[in-house]
T-cell receptor
Framework: DTGVSQDPRHKITKRGQNVTFRCDPI?????LYWYRQTLGQGPEFLTY????????KSRLLSDRFSAERPKGSFSTLEIQRTEQGDSAMYLC???????????FGPGTRLTVT | AQSVTQLDSQVPVFEEAPVELRCNYS??????LFWYVQYPNQGLQLLLK??????LVESINGFEAEFNKSQTSFHLRKPSVHISDTAEYFC????????????FGTGTRLTIIP
């Protein structure tokens, strides 16, 4: 069990560019969650999947954000037309089932210049 | 809707002294409670959790937390802290099935003074 992994760990992009992040959950975990953490704040929920189905999206997830989990394994989070306000740490977590705790990956730090 | 309040943004404590990090929550449904720790330059790690049963839960490194339903609190305590406990601590709450996203507090930065 290698834990939740995220790629890339850091991303610097210019405003208006599109970026995509990848998350690989712990194997056999059917739940996958995305959170965003800005400086001095706790993580905020963005969206989550049960297998390949996206079950809930936060109001924080504007139309510029899209997440997928094809085949119920890894997930991608895409941000289109990035804005400076998108600069944050994007965290992925997975859990075996809704009753179990969520395990977090190391995060992808996005800086929009 | 759920919310979590961590009353102290920073807590400095002398090494080997006791510490309490406060957490209060608000929810209209039954909740599950968690403490996560984030060491410098590392990801979030689960420290301890309350799902059901005994209201006092313990971690492997000497922390404990007590679920108090009447006071809607889940304070984190340790009788004697070490330099290695320096980290940011986040309290989080999760609802029942269908409301399983974690809602986090703003965090408490614990600084251990030698």
């Amino acid at each position: 069990d290698t834990g939740v992994s995220q790629d890339p760990r850091h991303k610097i992009t210019k405003r208006g560019q599109n970026v995509t992040f990848r998350c690989d959950p712990i194997s056999e975990h059917n739940r996958l969650y995305w959170y965003r953490q800005t400086l001095g704040q706790g993580p905020e929920f963005l969206t989550y999947f049960q297998n390949e189905a996206q079950l809930e999206k936060s109001r924080l997830l504007s139309d510029r954000f899209s997440a997928e989990r094809p085949k119920g394994s890894f997930s991608t989070l895409e941000i289109q037309r990035t804005e400076q306000g998108d600069s944050a740490m994007y965290l992925c977590a997975s859990s075996y089932d809704w009753t179990y705790e969520q395990y977090f990956g190391p995060g992808t730090r996005l800086t929009v210049t | 809707a759920q919310s979590v309040t961590q009353l102290d943004s920073q807590v400095p404590v002398f090494e080997e002294a006791p510490v309490e990090l406060r957490c209060n929550y608000s929810s209209s449904v039954s909740v599950y409670l968690f403490w996560y720790v984030q060491y410098p330059n590392q990801g979030l790690q689960l420290l301890l959790k309350y799902l059901s049963g005994s209201t006092l839960v313990e971690s492997i490194n000497g922390f404990e937390a007590e679920f108090n339903k009447s006071q809607t609190s889940f304070h984190l305590r340790k009788p004697s802290v070490h330099i290695s406990d320096t980290a940011e601590y986040f309290c989080a709450v999760r609802g029942p099935f269908g409301n399983e996203k974690l809602t986090f507090g703003t965090g408490t930065r614990l600084t251990i003074i030698p």
